[in-house]
């Protein structure tokens, strides 16, 4: 049976974890593949649950919304684009993970919102290690105070940590910002209150997720190395 052109990139993209995880030392199974379903129609999507995903990762509240709606697959649905408070409520009931967690009033809203729901929502914190300003996430002289203040909230489960680093032609040039949100997840597990529940690194997409593997990534967020390109 002919494999589709989503199956076969999936195909090869496991083959590149399972090779990063190896030179890494690492176990291939540890490393979760998220497939960035942002403007990707259900066709394709459907192609990538056929074949094997179970992850999919959407940037807007709004556009996972109707797609969730169309699809009754058993996949869990991360949010992993800027979250606003006043869609907190709707993220809260729609998705099973949130990767973007960038300030104390965001955290705040989805812990009131978990709560009402009866949930504890698992969360990663979002750091903006490269201090650019066209980029989301807490910046670092912020980050402890935001760190500890999530920590308490009763109904959010903070996993761990998410960055995007600047775009380098060379994935190499990305490996000093993954190296420095693995030390943090180490210094963060001497600081939380739960620190088992830390456990979670998403960082690496489709131009350096190799790199981010070999530093320590457990979810890795690929969209276009999966879909192609989009509009």
């Not at 996993?159 to 060379?170: A, K, V, Y």
Request: proline letters at 4%; hydrophobic letters at 40%.
């Amino acid at each position: 049976m002919n494999q589709s052109p989503v199956a076969q990139n999936l195909s090869n993209i496991r083959t590149r974890i399972t090779s990063a995880a190896m030179r890494s030392q690492r176990q291939p199974a540890d490393i979760k593949l998220v497939a960035v379903s942002k403007t990707v129609e259900i066709d394709r999507i459907n192609q990538a649950i056929a074949a094997g995903i179970t992850i999919l990762g959407e940037n807007r509240v709004q556009e996972a919304e109707s797609k969730i709606k169309l699809n009754s697959a058993p996949v869990s649905w991360h949010l992993i684009g800027h979250l606003q408070t006043n869609k907190a409520k709707k993220a809260v009931a729609l998705f099973q993970y949130i990767h973007s967690v960038d300030s104390v009033r965001v955290a705040e809203e989805i812990n009131t919102c978990a709560h009402n729901s009866g949930k504890i929502m698992p969360v990663l914190l979002q750091i903006n290690i490269s201090g650019e300003e066209s980029k989301s996430g807490i910046s670092m002289p912020e980050f402890w105070d935001f760190f500890m203040a999530a920590d308490q909230m009763a109904n959010i489960k903070v996993e761990g940590f998410m960055t995007i680093p600047p775009f380098f032609e060379n994935p190499q040039d990305s490996r000093p910002y993954y190296a420095k949100l693995r030390n943090i997840m180490a210094e963060a597990k001497n600081k939380a209150r739960t620190p088992e529940n830390l456990k979670e690194l998403s960082m690496g997409m489709t131009n350096d997720f190799e790199v981010a593997i070999e530093e320590g990534a457990t979810f890795v967020r690929i969209g276009t190395a999966i879909f192609g390109s989009r509009a």
